[in-house]
Every structure is written in C-alpha cells, then in structure tokens.
C-alpha cells in the first residue's frame, strides 16, 4: 500500500502541479481545496503525510495542523506548509502549530521531490507506528498469579490482540511471552489489558518492552509493510 498524503491549498492549480511532480514518485494523494472538508476527511481517514496551504478562508493550514496535532490517527505525521510568508512571525506561529517543514510558493517540481525524499523516511515511521499485522502464534498471558495460554490476533508496535480465555479487569497487569516468526528470541513485554470482547480478545497495550523485544517488533512490522 502506497505512502498516502493530504494536499490542501485553495488554488486548484497548485493542487494539480503538487498531484502531478508527487504521484510518479509512488505517494497516494488525496487533493483537497476547502479547509472544512479536510477536516471531515481526518475524522475518518488516516494520512502518513500532509501538505497545507498557510492561508485558507474559513479553517486555515494553522487551524488544520493543530487539528491533526490533537487527531487520534495522524497525531505524529509529518506536516508541510505551504505559503507565500516566510517572514519570521509566520514560521515561528507555524512551528508552535506544530508543522514539520516549510515549502514557500512558487513551488518548482525540483524542490516538491526533494521535500518529498526527505518525508519518506518520516512518513515510514508514522506508517510503522501505527501498522496493525496479522500475527497466529501462541502467547502465554500471565495475570497476576495466574497463567493463561492463548493465541494472538496481530500485532502493532504498541501492543497485542490476543485470543484467550480469561476474565481480565480493564487496566490489568499482564505479561505476555511469544515469539515472533523466524525469530527465536522470547519476547516478554509487560502490557494492561486496554479491552475484552465477548469472544474473548484482549487488546494490550505494551507498558514496558526491552529494547530487544521493541527492536524485533519494530524489525518484524518494517518486513512485512509494502510501501
């Protein structure tokens, strides 16, 4: 699945230019001209990236970036504004926003696929921390005293779904003990059970790893995500 980012910018010129120098490059991008409707779309999709035009009518690039600051699905993605102003007051009330990097109008194909190289590496990152994988292996869930055995659902780099029989409290302890496929390492991360459901999946969040077992995480979710 291509690296996917939001553009922004009143100018359906602009747009079309960014789409055009961008695409060929191997990103998904999503083209949006009204603040407002690019806030609808953050409700419900996720982006690795974004592009936002500075000044907009009605919801702003400032405004969207603090929105996607605060967003449960983007809050890390890397933010490029788009403006005409790189007088010191802009950049430093852009940076309090939150943005990542400026790229000032007119902008050449040139500098658009330099910025964009630069952006791969952190939009990986965003995609990695928040990939969800399939992942079948049996996992030991120890809850207090008690040890229960079960067999995991996927995997993401903050935490596990697994299948198991046991009856655990919203924020419990629990620690967990798997391996991953082709690794012979034992992984033993310590969680709190976030939610059940009524066919006994628990999603855990993962509240101390080593950093061997984060490594093996994060190395297992980098070789199986296409970007």
Known sequence: ?????????????SLRAIKATVEPLGLEVLLVQDGRHALERLKTERFDGFMLEGTMPGVDGFE???????????????????????????????FQAGISLFLTKPVSSERLMGL????????????????????RVPVSVKV?????????????????????????CLG???????????????LRPCGSALRQD??????????????????????????NIKD
């Open 172 to 186: 419990q302890p629990v620690v967990l003990e798997f391996q991953l496929p082709g690794n012979q390492a034992v």
């Open 64 to 94: 969207l970036t603090q929105a996607i600051r605060t967003s449960t699905s983007s809050a890390t993605a890397p933010i490029v504004m788009i403006t005409e102003d790189n007088d010191v007051r802009t950049m430093r009330r852009a």
């Open 1 to 13: 699945m291509p690296l996917r980012i939001m553009v922004v910018d009143k100018e359906p010129n």
């Open 116 to 135: 964009v190289k630069i952006l791969r590496g952190p939009m990986l990152i965003e995609r990695r921390r928040r990939a969800r994988l399939p992942l």
């Open 144 to 168: 207090g005293t008690r040890d229960y055995r079960g067999v995991t659902v996927n995997i993401g780099e903050g935490g596990l779904l697994v299948e198991v029989s046991a009856e655990i």
């Open 198 to 223: 009524t066919s006994g999946r628990i999603a855990v969040h993962f509240d101390r790893v080593s950093e061997g077992d984060l490594l093996a995480v994060r190395q297992y979710i980098l070789g």
